[in-house]
């Protein structure tokens, strides 16, 4: 009896940690009107993904190298760029969920080398002059790029030679770098894209965790969801399937490209350094992994809690810039106001891009290696989720997170 009564909570506990797959919606927006543009190699290889409570279109389409006729798959790595910056964001939400640091507190409490900055307050040919910022530098202002620093510091910077994402710095060296620089603005009184920002909102993780960032982001967020194929330095086997870059071409097949200049090779050796504005290689499949789980807010698909529903309703899902700022979080991008409609996510330099709903648990996830040049299928493809999304969609068979059959 007691052997039975055992199994029976092993196969409970089993089935209670198991992925359920979402229903196939059975439909094709996104290939139909990608077709065209692959057949004639203007596209070289993209992936489409569709969700709507529980019910999802997938569309892997093309190449991920044309030269090897290699299909485009959910498995391909690829490097996800600012994408990672949204990674950040629920490291700092879960943190401040915890009760270990607020959004308000000033990053030089934790990193005393800003409890002075320096603002530039004009420049010209020959002079710069700055003055001390007036403002505190909070640890909200970096996670939402109000914090007035560049996009990048020196080292990571593609117009210095050699410089680049890859071949920057640690975290805290970037940060002690950035505190030590003039920053553009008076910190919290304007917006200023910034991977620096990002860089400096890790650091204080690791201040505050005495772990490496990377470190905790793999043991707090992507262990848990599963995220296997997620990391800053991608394996040699992984890079051999990796989708590759192409710059896309007016009426004429996209064209392969080695590398951007912020890139530098190899990908993954010592010179390499976890950036949390722009640093993480991953997979389509683990994207979702990743977004649903901001989707369901806080819940993997797995089962597993990352944060509580109202970290992800108040930290990452609303606008933390003030009003008039717009809409971006901790690092993502998101409404000012909150609404039924509202969508939020982020996007990367080589053009990928997720974003979702949590109000009607729909996601759209959009991957592609593209090193610039027009790209006349976007305007199609959002028309496609348009569609996928106002069809009346069947929630018959299993709920993806609770397993339950209607």
């Known amino acids: 009896m007691k052997k039975t009564i055992f199994l029976l909570i092993a196969v409970f506990c089993l089935s209670a940690t198991v992925k359920n797959e979402p229903k196939d919606s059975k439909t094709s927006y996104a290939k139909t009107v990608l077709q065209p543009y692959v057949d004639s190699g203007q596209l070289a290889g993209a992936i489409s993904v569709f969700y709507k409570d529980g019910v999802q279109e997938t569309c892997c389409i093309g190449y991920a190298d044309v030269s090897k006729k290699r299909p485009i798959k959910m498995d391909n790595v690829f490097m996800q760029c600012s994408q990672t910056k949204g990674f950040c964001g629920v490291t700092i939400a879960k943190l401040v969920e915890e009760g270990r640091i607020s959004l308000d507190d000033p990053v030089s409490k934790y990193l005393p080398e800003f409890v002075e900055l320096w603002v530039l307050d004009a420049a010209n040919d020959s002079v710069k002059t700055l003055r001390k910022a007036k403002n505190v530098l909070t640890i909200r202002m970096v996670l939402n790029h109000t914090g007035g620093f560049p996009f990048e510091i020196s080292a990571k910077r593609s117009d210095v030679r050699g410089g680049g ?242």
């Open 165 to 406: 994402w890859s071949g920057g710095a640690p975290l805290r060296q970037t940060a002690s770098i950035a505190a030590a620089s003039p920053i553009m603005f008076e910190p919290g009184t304007r917006e200023l894209y910034s991977n620096t920002g990002i860089d400096i909102g890790a650091a204080v993780v690791e201040v505050v965790t005495g772990m490496k960032w990377e470190v905790y982001l793999k043991q707090e967020v992507l262990d848990p969801l599963g995220m296997k194929s997620t990391w800053f330095w991608p394996t040699d086997k992984q890079l051999k399937n990796k989708i590759e870059l192409y710059e896309n071409k007016e009426n004429a097949p996209a064209e392969w490209r080695e590398e951007m200049p912020w890139q530098q090779r190899p990908y993954n050796d010592s010179h390499v350094f976890a950036s949390a504005g722009a640093g993480l290689w991953t997979t389509a499949d683990d994207q979702l992994k990743f977004y649903k789980m901001l989707m369901n807010l806080g819940l993997g698909e797995n089962g597993v809690r990352i944060l509580k529903e109202e970290t992800v309703k108040n930290l990452l899902a609303l606008s933390t810039r003030p009003k008039g700022l717009g809409g971006y979080s901790l690092g993502l991008s998101a409404p000012e106001q909150d609404s039924e409609d509202a969508w939020f996510g982020h996007g990367g330099a080589w053009g990928t891009n997720c974003s979702v709903n949590w109000h009607k648990k729909e996601l759209k996830l959009w991957v592609v290696q593209s090193a610039g040049g027009g790209q006349p299928w976007l305007a199609e493809i959002s028309k496609a989720a348009e569609k996928f999304f106002a069809q009346p969609l069947s929630k018959s068979g299993v709920d993806a997170y609770t397993g339950r059959t209607e």
